[in-house]
């Protein structure tokens, strides 16, 4: 490991993510280009000021980000890279990460939080997956010992996610003056779903995640999962000095409502509008071709209420955005194709000269969101499991008229937003067709109150406030 300097010896904060705040590639002539990126923990960590002595420690993702830890000799990325923050990239081996990411973190952890196994056929826990668990252990204690480098005396450390699920634990041995919390962004499994994982497995998750002082969730179900599945897992049970904490992460409304005004988004809005066409009804969804999406069932739905109600038949459109995620996991192209291709079914059978029922874009474009997000009069979240789903708390914070959501009970976000929405169980294609139609023949006033009522729930919990909540809840506890 390339040592660091004494000024990120000094840290009293650290983050700790798969994913840093900037990333790298690098142009034809070699220059490295850096991209900064968006989110909680960027605006939280921004909260605390650059006089707070804080790191965030990320891994290389790709080449670029590879060539930038070279050329900082292992050390502090530039500060005008991103965007004043002290940020230490780990250069792990790419095999390694790719065992640990794919193999482990996105490939079984993922599937077991959100239940997406078909058990007659998987999980396979072979010697394959001995093999890439040894690399989640190896990309794992990288972090640790990094984190353990560069904290100061007492320092508060905040572990994000499945991907790091053993850092705290790993950390702990080698700094036990540390306050250490870890935060699961990611639903947790119930204890008889959680038990599909070997018995080894499943006690060395549970033991890496209680090596933090504070474990923290983002909504309450998830919170007591995790301690139903520590009571099941562990002999000892849960340790009586493990705090739980639950922080709901809500949407940056000041950040989006300024976002979604400039001019690149009023540009998607005309292209958008000319899609839709006059007059016509909009039902949005923004996601990522993740399996927990459920992306088909909500097309599904879509073209149930096209049939049952032809009524709605060139009055609205289908505004569909399914960014490709994950596309190097055979899984998740094939997912990704079966959306694109139930949505040319739906066209073909419905769809008319002058209407286009389902317009499907699948190039991310965060512009474009924000444009769909202000012509939504519907939004449709129907994920089978998620951890929260900041969509469902984005679109009625921009929607320029007011939207009625369209929610999953099983979307972490139904807990907040539950009493203002029209909730559904994400399985029941007639159920969210019937929602569907619901939403769409609000009246316009009580769609606007509803759409009122989402947007002071979503903002409740900022991503500033969100992280500080965290970080002054960790730092008034004293070390294990």
């Not at 005008?80 to 490939?107: C, F, T, W």
């Not at 060395?204 to 599945?229: I, K, N, S």
């Not at 909500?298 to 709605?312: C, K, N, S, T, V």
């Not at 914070?397 to 994400?426: I, K, M, T």
Request: charged share 25%.
């Amino acid at each position: 490991m390339a040592s660091t300097d004494a000024a990120v010896k000094r840290a009293q904060v650290l983050v700790a993510s798969n994913r840093g705040p900037v990333s790298y590639t690098v142009d034809e002539g070699g220059a490295l280009r850096a991209r900064r990126g968006g989110g909680g923990l960027v605006s939280g960590l921004s909260a605390i000021g650059s006089d707070a002595d804080s790191l965030w420690v990320c891994a290389a993702l790709g080449d670029g980000d590879r060539e930038a830890v070279r050329r900082a000799g292992g050390g502090l990325l530039p500060a005008e890279d991103s965007g004043g923050q002290r940020v230490r990239m780990l250069d792990i081996d790419a095999r390694v990460h790719a065992d640990a990411y794919n193999g482990i973190a996105n490939s079984v952890l993922w599937f077991v939080h959100h239940m997406l196994y078909q058990t007659p056929l998987e999980p396979v826990f072979d010697a394959e997956f001995r093999r890439q668990w040894a690399s989640y252990e190896t990309y794992n204690r990288a972090f640790a010992e990094a984190l353990a480098e560069a904290a100061a005396d007492g320092a508060a450390v905040l572990v994000q996610d499945y991907h790091l699920c053993l850092v705290p634990g790993m950390l702990r041995e080698l700094r036990p003056d540390l306050r250490i919390g870890h935060f699961s962004h990611t639903p947790w499994a119930p204890p008889e779903y959680f038990r599909l994982l070997p018995d080894d497995i499943r006690e060395q998750l549970m033991a890496g995640m209680l090596g933090a002082d504070r474990v923290a969730f983002l909504t309450q179900r998830w919170a007591d999962a995790f301690r139903d599945c520590a009571q099941a897992v562990l002999e000892s049970g849960m340790p009586a000095d493990t705090r739980i904490g639950v922080h709901g992460l809500g949407a940056d409304g000041d950040f989006l409502r300024k976002r979604a005004h400039e001019p690149d988004v009023e540009e998607r809005m005309a292209a958008l509008r000319e899609e839709i066409g006059e007059g016509r009804r909009t039902i949005v969804r923004v996601d990522r071709t993740e399996l927990s999406k459920n992306i088909v069932r909500g097309l599904l739905a879509y073209r149930q209420l096209l049939e049952d109600h032809p009524e709605w038949r060139e009055r609205v459109v289908h505004v569909a955005f399914a960014y490709p995620s994950r596309q190097d996991l055979a899984v998740y192209r094939d997912y990704t194709d079966a959306v694109q291709r139930v949505a040319e079914e739906i066209n073909s059978a419905y769809g008319t000269v002058g209407w286009t029922p389902v317009v499907l874009h699948v190039k991310d474009d965060f512009a474009r969101s924000l444009a769909a997000y202000r012509l939504a009069d519907v939004a449709l979240v129907n994920p089978i499991r998620d951890g929260m789903n900041l969509v469902a708390k984005e679109v009625p914070v921009v929607s320029d008229e007011g939207c009625a959501l369209v929610l999953s009970r099983e979307a972490g976000a139904y807990e907040e937003l539950g009493p203002h929405a029209f909730a559904v169980n994400p399985y029941d294609v007639l159920e969210t067709a019937r929602a569907l139609h619901e939403a769409l023949s609000l009246p316009d006033a009580e769609r606007a109150e509803r759409s009122k009522r989402l947007a002071d729930a979503a903002t409740a919990l900022p991503p500033a406030r969100w992280f500080l909540d965290q970080l002054r809840a960790l730092q008034e506890l004293q070390p294990s």
